[in-house]
């Protein structure tokens, strides 16, 4: 799978709602997929325990998105890429309201 195919099954899902989606996006905020399969981590999303126990790391400006490819996987992206490819996405399926919404972000 390549980057785009990866933002477009974590945007494409049915939970979050694209509404919520643009919340978390505005909150830099991650989520998790409802069935487990794929997410967004923000740095801040990290707790202590992940950071200095489990050795988890995602450098300020950058979001990690979890998918699944046959199995579990991750990438780490710069956030503007990741708000950027998401108002693409929004913008392609026809929720302009949502996309003026991240106009800031």
Do not use: C
Not at 70 to 82: A, C, D, F, T, V
Request: hydrophobic residues 30%; negative net charge.
């Amino acid at each position: 799978m390549n980057e785009s195919d990866i933002l477009e099954q974590v945007f494409s899902s049915n939970w979050p709602t694209k509404e919520s989606l643009v919340l978390y996006a505005l909150k830099r905020h991650g989520f998790g997929g409802d069935d487990g399969f794929y997410g967004v981590t923000y740095p801040n999303d990290l707790d202590e325990y992940q950071i200095e126990i489990e050795g988890e790391f995602i450098p300020d400006g950058f979001v990690e998105i979890n998918y699944w490819d046959g199995e579990h996987k991750e990438i780490q992206i710069p956030e503007r890429k990741y708000l950027e490819s998401l108002k693409d996405y929004l913008s392609k399926n026809g929720y302009e309201l949502l996309v003026d919404k991240l106009a800031n972000a």
